[in-house]
C-alpha cells in the first residue's frame, strides 16, 4: 500500500508542476473518459436492478403485448380501418 501512496505522490507532484493548461488537459483526457466508464456501468446496474423487480422503462419502446408499443401511460390511438 505504500508503494502504491508513493507512486501517487509522484502522479500529483508532476500534475501540479504543469502549467494550468495542461494540468486541466490531462485531468480532461483522464477524467472524462473514466466518467464516461462510470455512467455506462452504472446504467447497466440500474437497468438490470429494475428489469430484476419486474419494472422495465416505459420509454424504451418495446411493448409488454402485440399492440405496439406503450405511449406513456396515455390513451392508445384510435385506428380505424376504411372499407373500400
Do not use: C, N, Y
Request: glycine letters at 12%; proline letters at 7%; zero cysteines.
Amino acid at each position: 500500500m505504500e508503494a502504491i501512496g508513493r507512486w501517487w505522490d509522484g502522479v500529483e507532484l508532476w500534475v501540479t508542476g504543469l502549467p494550468f493548461a495542461l494540468q486541466a488537459l490531462v485531468v480532461m483526457i483522464v477524467l472524462v473518459p473514466l466518467a464516461a466508464l462510470v455512467a455506462i456501468a452504472l446504467d447497466v446496474v440500474v437497468t438490470k436492478g429494475f428489469a430484476l423487480v419486474g419494472r422495465g422503462d416505459p420509454h424504451d419502446g418495446r411493448a409488454d403485448d402485440e399492440d405496439g408499443p406503450d405511449t406513456a401511460g396515455g390513451p392508445r390511438p384510435h385506428t380505424t380501418e376504411s372499407e373500400d
